[in-house]
């Protein structure tokens, strides 16, 4: 039996992942690249401590969504590099867990932002 790692290498091995994720899938760059933008907002909008919540738990869950979306996709082109029906349901799932981790979290966007950004907008009209 190989010897418990120590608590430093568990975590540098966990950032390993995460680098490699941001490295070889763009979708993850675009995840945290989006959720940056989103933070900025929310610093720019004074959003309250229930829309932070709200706002860091959907940017988060879609990102960790990619994260195992990406931990399935590479242990199933290790397993079934030829195509097989059980690989498709696999990689296909995962996708599914991403997509709906997306969907929430635009919907979480909205319904904080849809007030500061119509006030903003309405601000601007009419000062054009
Ligand atoms: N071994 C396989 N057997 C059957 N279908 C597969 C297999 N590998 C991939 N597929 C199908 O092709 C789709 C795309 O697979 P791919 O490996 O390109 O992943 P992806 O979701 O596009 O990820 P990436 O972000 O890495 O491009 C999968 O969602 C699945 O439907």
Sequence with gaps: MRPPHSWRSTFRYALEGIRYTLRTQINMRMHAAISLCVIAAGIVF???RMEWL???????LVMMAELLNTA???VVDLVSPDAH???KAAKDTAAGAVLLAAVFA????????YQPLLALLRHWLYTI
């Design 54 to 60: 709200f706002i860091i738990t959907a940017c988060a």
């Design 46 to 48: 004074h959003i309250s």
């Design 85 to 87: 029906p059980l690989a």
């Design 72 to 74: 399935v996709e590479a």
């Design 106 to 113: 635009v919907i979480i966007g909205l319904i904080v932002f």
